[in-house]
């Protein structure tokens, strides 16, 4: 099942994921012991899986 943007930021933020800016219906996210940068579409309608997956490759949770 896709997730949504809301669990995919709730996720990022239990693993030190910290929003640093916002531009439209996007939020940027960065960690800084990892200095790994990600970018998370806000909109209503979840996640499609090559995005969800590639969020959470570049986050370094897969």
Excluded: W, Y
């Amino acid at each position: 099942m896709p997730m949504t943007p809301r669990e995919m930021i709730q996720l990022l933020q239990a693993n030190g994921f910290v929003c640093i800016s916002s531009n439209g219906s996007h939020r940027k996210f960065r960690n800084e012991q990892t200095e790994k940068t990600v970018i998370v579409p806000f909109h209503a309608k979840d996640l499609k899986k090559g995005l969800e997956q590639k969020i959470l490759k570049d986050a370094g949770l897969k």
